[in-house]
Every structure is written in C-alpha cells, then in structure tokens.
C-alpha cells in the first residue's frame, strides 16, 4: 500500500464513521461497519483506481458491507454510550434543547427507507454531488436526484409536527 492511500484513508475516518452512523443508527455499529469497510478495502486494493475518488470508492463498499451486514442479521439490542455520556461545563437547557432537535433529527432520518438515507448522507452531510453519489452507490444520476428529492420532503415532513416529549413538556421551537 502507498503511503498517500494509507493517508488518504486516515484522513477518511471521520468522514466513513459519520456516513456508517447514518446508515446504521448506532455509534458501536458503525464503529464496526467503518473497521469491516476498512479490512475489505485494504484486502482488495487492487481493485482501486489510482487517480480516482478514494471517498466514493470507500463509502461504496461501507454501503455494500452494510446490506450484507442487515441481510445476516438477528435482533440485538442498542446501546449508545455516547447519548448517554454526560457533557461537564455545558449550558443544560442549551445542551438539552440540542440533543432533542438532533434526536429528532436522527428519528427521522432512521425512518428513510435506506436508499434514501444513504442519498441524503453523502450529499448534504458528505458534500458530494450527485455525479460522485452516483458513482459511489453505483445508481445513475437521475435517481440521486430522485431519492434526494424524496427523501427531503419526507425528512421535512416528519420534522414538521412536534415530538410528543416536547409537547407534552411544553417545549417549543
């Protein structure tokens, strides 16, 4: 492996890690789809074009790993240690009122159909245009633009009405 792959992939780990946890809703479970996504890419290097978009390439075989992830497996129950880690020195109600907006964010999201989720990821959260989504999810142009389209309508949506915990605690926007 050449020293600039290796440090192309080092530098892609935040970025592989955010679009794993988009995909799976869960810290631990993209920990372990980013540290699969990296094994299978190291074991098949040689199929990586030099020169071209090492990013899509990657979160191409994330995606792929991750439908084979779901397609093997059973129930198992989540947990996420850091939602449930506590910020020192933060403002409550700010730091609160965040992690509530960011929740429902993160439900709504969850409720995309995958393809959906996967579009939205990489375009607004990963800035990649829709050529590069496209070529990384091995889809054509004009369905990105499709799925992108649905999917923020329908993350709109879900976001529109209040959650039920803010309504109920009288919280507002």
């Not at 506590?86 to 730091?95: I, K, W």
């Not at 965040?98 to 607004?124: F, I, N, T």
């Not at 070529?135 to 329908?154: F, N, Q, Y």
Request: proline letters at 3%.
């Amino acid at each position: 492996m050449t020293e600039d792959i290796r440090t192309e992939l080092i530098q892609l780990l935040p970025r592989l890690r955010s679009f794993a946890r988009s995909l799976t809703g869960a810290v631990d479970q993209a920990d372990d789809l980013v540290q699969t996504g990296i094994e299978k890419a190291l074991r098949n290097l040689d199929g990586y074009t030099p020169g071209t978009r090492l990013d899509a390439w990657m979160f191409r075989i994330l995606r792929n790993a991750w439908i084979d992830t779901i397609r093997t497996r059973r129930e198992t129950v989540e947990f996420d240690a850091e939602a449930a880690d506590t910020l020192a020195g933060e403002d409550g109600r700010t730091t609160s009122e965040a992690r509530l907006h960011l929740s429902e964010v993160r439900r709504a999201m969850a409720g995309l159909p995958e393809e959906q989720r996967s579009v939205l990821m990489l375009v607004c959260v990963e800035g990649m245009r829709y050529r590069e989504v496209a070529a990384a999810l091995d889809i054509p142009e004009g369905t990105v633009m499709s799925r992108l389209s649905r999917a923020r309508l329908a993350l709109a949506e879900r976001l529109k009405d209040k959650p039920e915990g803010a309504q109920q605690q009288g919280i507002t926007r």
